[in-house]
């Protein structure tokens, strides 16, 4: 993916994830490791600046975890609790909105999926956590290479942070 500090639409900075191959369906896994990445932002802030100096600037990335984590649930099936079924309308569209009256869906089922949507976006949160915190040095030598480059692509990421990407299985 390419990574950028540079301000682009609206956004403070952002990570491009680029799929090798283009793909229809998407595992668990995967779904949990974009939301690792997008969380990483605020777990890096957190991390450099304490829990009380941490910028609004990672709206977006908790806006794309919520999202993701509600197709994972509601769409999906990728819960624990609620079965393999649709829940909704099958639109994610309900930031802004009371999710049950958007869905049609009664309070206790909204509460449910919420349940279970925190559950993911938590463990996404705190793998974020782990991994930076064990590669602490790796981290402050791309935001180093960031505010030089302003935007690195995968190789300079690999190259900065001496962290080779996990292989992907066939």
């Given amino acids: 993916p390419n990574v950028t500090i540079r301000p682009h639409i609206g956004l403070l900075g952002t990570t491009i994830f680029g799929e090798e191959k283009e793909t229809y369906a998407h595992t668990f896994k995967k779904f949990m490791a974009e939301m690792v990445v997008v969380y990483a932002g605020r777990v890096a802030e957190e991390l ?43 639109d994610s569209s309900y930031l802004g909105q009371t999710f049950s009256q958007n869905h049609g869906l009664d309070a206790g089922t909204a509460k449910r999926i919420y349940d279970e949507m925190i559950q993911l976006t938590d463990k996404a949160y705190e793998e974020a956590r782990r991994i930076l915190t064990e590669d602490y040095e790796a981290l402050l030598n791309l935001a180093q290479a960031l505010v030089e480059k302003e935007t690195l692509d995968r190789d300079d990421v690999i190259a900065y942070t001496g962290i080779q990407p996990a292989k992907r299985k066939q």
């Fill in 48 to 90: 450099a600046y304490g829990p009380e100096n941490v910028s609004s600037g990672a709206s977006g990335d908790i806006e794309f975890a919520t999202e993701t984590a509600w197709r994972m649930v509601a769409q999906f099936g990728f819960n624990e609790n609620l079965g393999k079924l649709l829940y909704g309308n099958g």
